[in-house]
Every structure is written in structure tokens, then in C-alpha cells.
């Protein structure tokens, strides 16, 4: 079974800060992602990335970047935390195309 | 940015009865059409998918329809069990990543036994 690990269940952490959370995959896949989860909102891309040191931007970029300096692993990084970026963080990853997302457990963030 | 809207936000059944979770998109080019599957403190994970090339899709007691023309989907949940309440998402994707989703807003499904 493919296994996505986040790090971290639950973060608290103050306005202006630097996060970062960080996610492993276990299955060589080339396709990383991170998912941003609010109620009445659903699941909203933030980054994503095909390979190593490669990324792009998904529909919310505005206050985070990624790193992915290894192909299992895929960090979000919040520059400078701010309450509205309180929420669920999901990371997600695919093999080749045509085959499901799997993800992980998610974090679930709190800026105070 | 490319929408999905879902319906109903929430939706409470009883045992044995039939969970009905609706879909509209907007970009024709969408050719992969999943539904995922999340429970309490867990990550979202794929329950069913379909392509254009049908009209439906039956697995189990699910079963996703879907109208091109009208550019909408839908999951049935037939026979409703307690232990399919769940949060469930709807997604579309097209090109050649599946990965690269953009999900509906969600539906919480209470199942009364």
C-alpha cells in the first residue's frame, strides 16, 4: 500500500512565523502535492511538483513555496504565517498518469 | 480558475436508503471524473472514478452517472450503511496528469442506523 506521511498532526504557531511542513511518500512516485482543506471550500491546490526540484504553482500559491529536493519528499514552507492560513494541509502524490492520488493524514495548522 | 460545484452541503439518510451527491463542472476539456472518500481524521481516499466515454459507473453499491451534455455527475450510494458516513468529495481533472484535481466543496453524509 502507498503511504504518504505528514510530519506533524497538529501545529500551533504564531503570526509571522516560518512553518514548515514537511511530507514523505513511500512509493517512488514522480507526482507530489499540496492540498489546502477548508469546510465549504473543499480541497484547494496550492503547489504541486512532476519531479525533483521542479515545481509549479496550483490556485492559491499567494504566502507559500515548496521544496523538493528529494523525490520522496515535498515540504511546504509558509514564509510568514498568518491567521487566514489557518487550516487542514494535505499532501498527495501519483505515480504515473491515469493512477489515483493518495494522501496523507494531513496537518492541521493554527496561526495565532 | 476552473469550478466544481457540489450539492447538497450536507445530507442525513437512513439506513437502507439511497445517498444521492450532485457535480456540475464547466471546462469541457475535464476527462477523468473522481469521487473521494474521507473519514474523521483521515485523508481523503478514491472511492470511484469515471471518463466521458460512459455514462455510468457501478462498483459495488456505488454507482457515479454522468451527462456529458449537461456537464454534470452524480454518486449514488445505495443500500446507505452508518458506516459510509463520510465526508465525499467530487473532482474533475483533464490532460495528462490525474493528479492535478480541482475538487468540489464537499458533502457531509450522515447514515442513521
Known amino acids: 500500500d502507498v503511504k504518504v506521511t505528514q510530519s506533524s498532526r497538529y501545529l500551533v504557531k504564531r503570526t509571522g512565523e516560518k512553518v514548515f511542513l514537511e511530507c514523505v511518500q513511500d512509493m517512488d512516485h514522480e507526482n507530489m502535492f499540496w492540498y489546502r482543506q477548508d469546510p465549504g471550500l473543499g480541497l484547494r491546490l496550492i503547489y504541486f511538483s512532476y519531479d525533483v526540484k521542479m515545481k509549479e504553482k496550483g490556485d492559491i500559491p499567494e504566502g507559500y513555496s515548496v521544496s523538493r529536493e528529494k523525490k520522496e519528499r515535498f515540504s511546504l514552507i509558509l514564509e510568514s504565517a498568518s491567521t487566514n492560513q489557518t487550516s487542514m494541509y494535505l499532501c498527495a502524490s501519483t505515480g504515473i498518469i491515469n493512477s489515483p492520488l493518495h494522501f496523507g493524514n494531513g496537518t492541521r495548522l493554527t496561526v495565532t | 480558475q476552473q469550478q466544481v460545484k457540489q450539492s447538497p452541503q450536507s445530507l442525513i439518510v437512513q439506513k437502507g436508503g439511497i445517498s444521492i451527491i450532485n457535480c456540475a463542472y464547466e471546462n469541457t476539456a475535464f476527462d477523468y471524473f473522481p469521487w473521494y472518500q474521507q473519514f474523521p481524521g483521515k485523508g481523503p481516499a478514491l472511492l470511484i472514478a469515471?471518463?466521458?466515454?460512459?455514462s455510468e459507473k457501478k462498483e459495488g453499491r456505488f454507482t457515479i452517472s454522468f451527462n456529458k451534455s449537461a456537464k454534470q455527475f452524480s454518486l449514488h450510494i445505495m443500500d446507505s450503511q452508518p458506516g459510509d458516513s463520510a465526508t465525499y468529495f467530487c473532482?474533475?481533472?483533464?490532460?495528462?496528469?490525474?493528479?492535478?484535481?480541482?475538487f468540489g466543496q464537499g458533502t457531509i453524509l450522515t447514515v442513521h442506523p
Open positions: 469515471i471518463r466521458p466515454d460512459v
Open positions: 473532482a474533475t481533472a483533464g490532460g495528462t496528469s490525474y493528479g492535478k484535481l480541482t
